[in-house]
């Protein structure tokens, strides 16, 4: 911003008379009326754009943040101060609701997805929070009304001091690993950060029998959000089932940078731990983090759950998400959706029935990057990883593909604010590398 003050403004008035004096004097007060009004003028747009910025955080509706978008834009507000703006946020309401609530998300088709919300009585506006999502099980019986509570309780299992709790609901034609829910989920969450102060680098996903197999879909196929995951009593097979509503192809790249805490029992009639034993090895030989707990004699329930409740916390407490990793790999079969990790995305792919990869190391502005079966694919710079004063370089198995300076603009950090909603995680500029021109 430009700031004026008149005070700095000094006019030494000779010794004649005192009619000349005032005519001085009165010349003075217009040249310095007109100083002023043309500060305030020059404030105006850039003041407007911060309150926009302020609503932008706290638009309940897409359209109603679209219409911020252009109102930001037509302020004329710089990247630099835009990009301030939108890592303070906004200043959060302390008359908020608390306590146990049950909500209700609906989609643009009128879809409703109801989701129960706990609220620290407590809650202090001023202060991050973190947030779970736990997704309950028993995902295939038919829809049942909001009222009915057998899914309501889980929070009651997880419940901590200093934390807000999301329970979402899903049925047998709502599955969490089904595209409507991995819609649905992140949805709840951007709608939960206009009204809450959410530490988006601490929001974590449990899921116990079905929807610990939910947890693992996340993590394999959108796991930008997440801090860490924590399946319990689920298998990831099941996401290879067609019979369940899953089908998909399990990329055990796409599970770095997100820490597993896996519980399963011993006698689990569904899932004995014997079963994961594979996947286990997997993880292990990709080098996945993960912490891996078997019950002793366990069966499919968390009675468990109290006696490794310290275990589990101090295991969040060590994993915080980290919004801009340097070392960033993901693998796609489809480019309309689940194709984005962080501030990668695959946009082609080679041929569309096989897998591509995209391996990326960021060092300071150069990019080294080992991509399969990849046509085209955007990194996301942030200003917060990348220097824009200084040449960007892109090295794609072992060839140059780009070296010299990107611009930042004010419309790519809004078009990727308007998607994440995250403090932490904000791009100023796209590079787009294609690898068949």
Request: proline share 5%.
């Amino acid at each position: 911003m430009v700031w004026f003050n008149h005070r700095r403004h000094f006019v030494i008035i000779s010794n004649r008379s005192n009619q000349h004096k005032l005519g001085y004097l009165a010349l003075i007060i217009c040249v310095l009326a007109g100083i002023e009004a043309g500060a305030q003028g020059q404030e105006s747009l850039p003041e407007l754009g911060e309150a926009a910025v302020t609503e932008f955080w706290r638009a309940d509706s897409a359209a109603a943040r679209a219409a911020l978008v252009d109102e930001i834009l037509a302020s004329q507000t710089g990247v630099e101060e835009l990009v301030a703006l939108f890592q303070a946020g906004p200043a959060y309401d302390a008359d908020v609701p608390t306590g146990e609530q049950l909500r209700q998300r609906i989609d643009a088709e009128g879809a409703e997805y109801p989701y129960m919300l706990y609220v620290p009585e407590d809650y202090d506006p001023n202060q991050p929070y973190p947030l779970e999502f736990v997704l309950h099980g028993g995902v295939g019986r038919p829809r049942a009304d909001a009222e009915e509570n057998f899914w309501q309780r889980s929070y009651e299992r997880v419940a901590q001091p200093g934390r807000i709790i999301v329970i979402p609901f899903a049925w047998s034609e709502a599955y969490w690993w089904q595209d409507s829910q991995s819609e649905n989920i992140p949805a709840i969450l951007n709608e939960l950060k206009a009204t809450y102060n959410v530490d988006e680098n601490r929001v974590t996903m449990t899921g116990i029998s079905d929807g610990g197999t939910g947890a693992y879909f996340f993590a394999f196929k959108q796991p930008t959000q997440w801090a860490a995951f924590l399946p319990y009593i689920g298998h990831p097979g099941v996401l290879r089932s067609q019979q369940s509503g899953g089908g998909y192809r399990l990329y055990f790249e796409n599970l770095m940078n997100k820490p597993l805490y896996i519980v399963n029992g011993e006698n689990d009639r569904l899932y004995p731990a014997a079963s994961l034993d594979s996947f286990i090895q997997i993880l292990q030989d990709v080098g996945v983090s993960y912490t891996w707990t078997v019950i002793e004699e366990g069966e499919h329930n968390t009675s468990w759950l109290p006696d490794y409740q310290a275990v589990i916390e101090e295991f969040k407490a060590d994993n915080p998400r980290d919004p801009l990793p340097a070392n960033i790999q993901w693998v796609a079969d489809r480019t309309d959706r689940y194709n984005r990790n962080h501030w990668i995305e695959i946009n082609e792919m080679t041929e569309a029935d096989r897998p591509s990869l995209l391996q990326v190391t960021r060092t300071g502005n150069q990019f080294e990057v080992d991509a399969r079966g990849v046509d085209r694919f955007t990194l996301l710079l942030s200003p917060h990883a990348v220097d824009f004063d200084l040449p960007l370089r892109v090295v794609v198995n072992g060839e140059s593909k780009f070296d010299g300076m990107v611009e930042q603009s004010e419309e790519t950090l809004l078009d990727y604010a308007t998607q994440d909603l995250d403090r932490t995680m904000l791009f100023t500029a796209k590079l787009n590398v294609s690898l068949v021109d």
